[in-house]
T-cell receptor, first 112, second 111 residues
Framework: NAGVTQTPKFQVLKTGQSMTLQCAQD?????MSWYRQDPGMGLRLIHY???????DQGEVPNGYNVSRSTTEDFPLRLLSAAPSQTSVYFC???????????FGDGTRLSIL | QQPVQSPQAVILREGEDAVINCSSS?????VHWYRQKHGEAPVFLMI?????EQKGHDKISASFNEKKQQSSLYLTASQLSYSGTYFC????????????FGGGTRVLVKP
């Protein structure tokens, strides 16, 4: 099993550009989440989904959009990149709320 | 609301013990513990549900005191592989069961 796959692994953007971070899981997990981790800091929840067609905001949703059209995929869209969005982005999935979260390897995003 | 972890950092000699605490001012439903090594993704250690249960993972165990809204992670007879940053994540019913992580505790185990 591949687990949780995130693409790309690295990305450099210019301020104002938009892009989509991809996340796919092959474990048939209902719960999927996006976190950002700034250097030396903890994980902050951006958006999450409890199943296909259902999404909700986390702690820091501004500037990001998500959709969940299938169980497997949970893409994160940056609408207009800003330097403050420079971070490492992790996608995670779990069978349900009180089950272990499986994290992808992360996407390292720099915005100039 | 972000849980508070203490200490922020700890340095151990191989074989020594350490305790990491995770506290919240709000009623918790569950506490999750993860370990992250530098440049890698967080890895699951254990989940504790309210009820004061204690769990173990190798020589790492944890407890959850529901009355104090506090969880403690115990590193016993530490090994070099225990080095990393430990994060607790807390879940509250009143917050829509979102998982909120603390700022982390950096652990360095030296030979």
């Amino acid at each position: 099993n591949a687990g949780v796959t995130q693409t790309p692994k690295f990305q450099v953007l210019k301020t104002g550009q938009s892009m989509t971070l991809q996340c796919a899981q092959d474990m048939n997990h209902e719960y999927m989440s996006w976190y950002r981790q700034d250097p030396g800091m903890g994980l902050r929840l951006i958006h999450y989904s409890v199943g296909a067609g259902i999404t909700d905001q986390g702690e820091v949703p501004n500037g990001y959009n998500v959709s969940r059209s299938t169980t497997e995929d949970f893409p994160l869209r940056l609408l207009s990149a800003a330097p403050s969005q420079t971070s490492v982005y992790f996608c995670a999935s779990s069978r349900d709320r009180v089950q272990p979260q499986h994290f992808g390897d992360g996407t390292r995003l720099s915005i100039l | 609301q972000q849980p508070v972890q203490s200490p922020q950092a700890v340095i151990l000699r191989e074989g020594e013990d350490a305790v990491i605490n995770c506290s919240s001012s709000k009623a918790l439903y569950s506490v999750h513990w993860y370990r992250q090594k530098h440049g890698e993704a967080p890895v699951f250690l254990m989940i504790l549900l309210k009820g004061g249960e204690q769990k173990g993972h190798d020589k790492i165990s944890a407890s959850f005191n529901e009355k104090k809204q506090q969880s403690s992670l115990y590193l016993t007879a530490s090994q070099l592989s225990y080095s990393g940053t430990y994060f607790c994540g807390t879940e509250r019913r009143a917050a829509g069961n979102k998982l909120t992580f603390g700022g982390g505790t950096r652990v360095l185990v030296k030979p």
